[in-house]
């Protein structure tokens, strides 16, 4: 079975400018958490999403978005991107709530210049 | 203070050692606790989780968690170069419907 999938896996961007990133989680989950980290620091909490239904939010801007598909694909949006949203943003599957077994994808690397 | 505390390390131990990592967690309301390991330039790989108070053994990795104390360890024995890696820390809460990190420790075994 495949794993989480992301996309893209590289993606440079300029200052003040809007990124869309997308994840599909492993089949039969319906949860997806959306995470950044950057370097020397864990994963930081952005989103998560069950059912289509945003269940938790972490401390990050409104400029920040996430909606989840019927399909439970998700997609975390970016407008207005500042040089510290440089870094690697992770989804991670579970079946059902956040806080449970999750399950990484490989990553977004973002660089913003 | 942040929620999930973990030594930066570095730690370094031998081939073949034992190596001993460590969390503390601030939120009485966790209920599910897990280590990550990640290798430098890639995403978190699930390695352990733990639900009740105790031990979980798996192959070379044991799992402790102690919630009284608000503590959970991880013990990897016969050290391998290849467990070279940052180990996160995570604690899930559910009804938070999230999980908190910890910033890791870089654990380095040497031949």
């Known amino acids: 079975d495949a794993g989480v999938t992301q996309s893209p896996t590289h993606l440079i961007k300029t200052r003040g400018q809007q990124v869309t990133l997308r994840c599909s989680p492993i089949s039969g989950h319906k949860s997806v958490s959306w995470y950044q980290q950057v370097l020397g620091q864990g994963p930081q909490f952005i989103f998560q999403?069950?059912?289509?239904?945003?269940?938790g939010r972490g401390n990050f801007p409104d400029r920040f978005s996430a909606r989840q598909f019927p399909n439970y694909s998700s997609e975390l949006n970016v407008n207005a991107l500042l040089l510290g949203d440089s870094a690697l943003y992770l989804c991670a599957s579970s079946l059902r709530r956040g806080g449970e077994t999750q399950y990484f994808g490989p990553g977004t690397r973002l660089l913003v210049l | 203070q942040k929620e999930v505390e973990q030594n930066s390390g570095p730690l370094s131990v031998p081939e073949g050692a034992i190596a001993s990592l460590n969390c503390t967690y601030s939120?009485?309301?966790?209920?599910?606790f897990f280590w990550y390991r990640q290798y430098s330039g890639k995403s978190p790989e699930l390695i352990m989780f733990?639900?009740?108070?105790g031990d979980k053994e798996d192959g070379r990795f044991t799992a402790q968690l102690n919630k009284a104390s608000q503590y959970v360890s991880l013990l990897i024995r016969d050290s391998q170069p290849s467990d070279s890696a940052t180990y996160l820390c995570?604690?899930?809460?559910?009804?938070?419907?999230?999980?908190?990190f910890g910033d890791g420790t870089t654990l380095t075994v040497k031949p």
């Open positions: 999403y069950y059912e289509k239904e945003e269940r």
């Open positions: 995570a604690v899930g809460n559910t009804n938070a419907g999230k999980s908190t």
């Open positions: 733990i639900y009740s108070n």
């Open positions: 939120d009485r309301g966790s209920q599910s």
